[in-house]
């Protein structure tokens, strides 16, 4: 079975643009979650998305978005990039979602610098 | 009440050793604890987790210890090798919520 994909796999971009970011889940997997990593904040969680639907939301602002579609790929997208978006995106797929008896599997992440 | 806060921040361990790290929440309706290990330029991939009914799992080199109590649990990583050497998460969650990730910890196993 092909693990979960996220493609690209680095991006760069200047302030001001915006961003896409993909992610294909292991066939079957209906949640969809993504996590932002930096050496500063660690691992903090930006969404979850089951069966099309956003079913969680982390602290992130407005210009953090993303969707999920009839397949279950999901996009992420940054708007209005910032220095500070500069980091590693991880997204997490998983049948259920992150319960006690699901197990959430990471792609290796877009690694995005913001110049 | 979010938090899970994690300790040390880095480990040296020589070879053969015991690895401890240990983590700390204040949720007391957080149901799952997993663990994951992440090596440089990969995702992270979950190592062992746990549920609060049970004080201890043990898979292969790997054993977490949870105290509901003390609202800790720890992982210890016996027989340490060269290949352990990750950074590693603890994280907990309640239902289906997301994940809370501690901060990590940097293991380097010398030979």
């Known amino acids: 079975k092909a693990g979960v994909t996220q493609t690209p796999r680095y991006l760069i971009k200047t302030r001001g643009q915006q961003v896409t970011l993909s992610c294909s889940p292991i066939?079957?997997?209906?949640?969809v979650s993504w996590y932002q990593q930096t050496p500063g904040q660690g691992l903090q969680f930006l969404f979850e998305?089951?069966?099309?639907?956003?079913?969680n939301k982390g602290n992130f602002p407005g210009r953090f978005s993303g969707r999920q579609f009839s397949n279950s790929r999901s996009e992420m997208n940054v708007s209005t990039l910032e220095l500070g978006d500069s980091a590693l995106y991880l997204c997490?797929?998983?049948?259920?979602?992150?319960?006690?008896?699901?197990?959430?599997?990471f792609g290796p992440g877009t690694r995005l610098t913001v110049l | 009440q979010q938090q899970v806060k994690q300790s040390p921040q880095s480990l040296i361990v020589q070879k053969g050793g015991i690895s401890i790290i240990n983590c700390a929440y204040e949720?007391?309706?957080?149901?799952?604890f997993p663990w994951y290990q992440q090596f440089p330029g990969k995702g992270p991939a979950l190592l062992i987790a746990?549920?609060?009914?049970?004080s201890e799992k043990k898979e292969g080199r790997f054993t977490i210890s949870f105290n509901k109590s003390a609202k800790q649990f720890s992982l210890h990583i016996m027989d340490s090798q060269p290949g352990d050497s990750a950074t590693y998460f603890c994280?907990?969650?309640?239902?289906?919520?997301?994940?809370?990730f501690g901060t990590g910890t940097r293991l380097q196993v010398f030979p």
């Open positions: 997490a797929s998983s049948l259920l979602g992150p319960t006690s008896t699901d197990t959430q599997y």
């Open positions: 066939s079957g997997h209906r949640s």
């Open positions: 998305y089951f069966s099309e639907t956003q079913r």
């Open positions: 949720n007391t309706a957080f149901d799952y």
């Open positions: 746990i549920r609060p009914d049970v």
């Open positions: 994280a907990a969650s309640k239902d289906t919520d997301k994940l809370i």
